[in-house]
């Protein structure tokens, strides 16, 4: 009904634990080598880089077996569930600028994705009020919004009320619709928000062209 629904205590505590862990070594050897001057300081890259890592575990495994968010979203696809390839590893780092970290209003159907397909974010640690994601309750059902550059074009002249999910503790399960507009709330001064954003869809619905380039399992 209103494009989005938070469930909590999703994954168990220990995978959560284990795989935040893994994360937070990853990211801290390649903070202490870009402050040697010995790697670029990219954190979004590095996200990129460590996730190619995670996806080689049995971690890996066991999040994307998940019987609860299966289920989950069975309940929405039906029983032909298929994730599509390439998830997302977010790191917001307080006060970071990167407009890839840090983006305003928009829907997700901008990058390619088809309207059948859900989004999944996994937290895998607590927000706080200042570095969640906002929603706008309902604006799904406007349909396609233009985007450019991460935001909303002007020239669609719409406006909507948005809503800090800023109640997400690690382990929960945030799942939106494509055409939901939603925005990064913005970065901690303190705290650090890892989360991973997954994409789900039905075999028995169409997949859009980038959908097909990125299989699915």
């Given amino acids: 009904k209103e494009g989005y629904v938070l469930y909590q205590n999703v994954y168990d505590s220990k995978l959560i634990e284990d795989s935040r862990k893994f994360f937070f070594e990853k990211y801290n050897k390649l903070l202490a080598l870009s402050k040697k001057g010995e790697f670029p300081s990219d954190v979004n890259g590095w996200a990129v880089a460590i996730l190619d890592k995670f996806v080689t575990t049995d971690l890996y495994k066991q999040f994307t077996s998940n019987k609860n ?86 020239s669609a002249n719409v406006q909507f009320e948005s809503l800090n999910i800023n109640n997400a503790k690690a382990g929960d399960f945030l799942i939106w619709h494509a055409l939901l507009v939603h925005s990064t709330t913005g970065h901690s001064n303190q705290n650090i928000r890892m989360s991973v954003t997954a994409r789900y869809t039905s075999t028995e619905t169409a997949f859009s062209f980038q959908e097909r380039s990125l299989g699915y399992r």
Avoid at 79 to 97: E, T
Avoid at 125 to 151: F, K, W
Wanted: charged share 20%; net charge negative.
């Fill in 69 to 154: 968010s299966v289920k989950i979203m069975k309940q929405y696809l039906g029983p032909d569930v298929a994730l599509l390839g390439y998830d997302a590893l977010w790191i917001n780092i307080p006060k970071d600028k990167d407009p890839v970290l840090l983006k305003g209003l928009h829907t997700d159907a901008w990058t390619g994705t088809s309207v059948n397909t859900i989004f999944a974010k996994t937290f895998f640690t607590d927000v706080d009020e200042y570095n969640s994601m906002s929603v706008c309750p309902g604006s799904h059902l406007q349909g396609m919004i233009p985007v450019r550059n991460r935001a909303i074009d002007s």
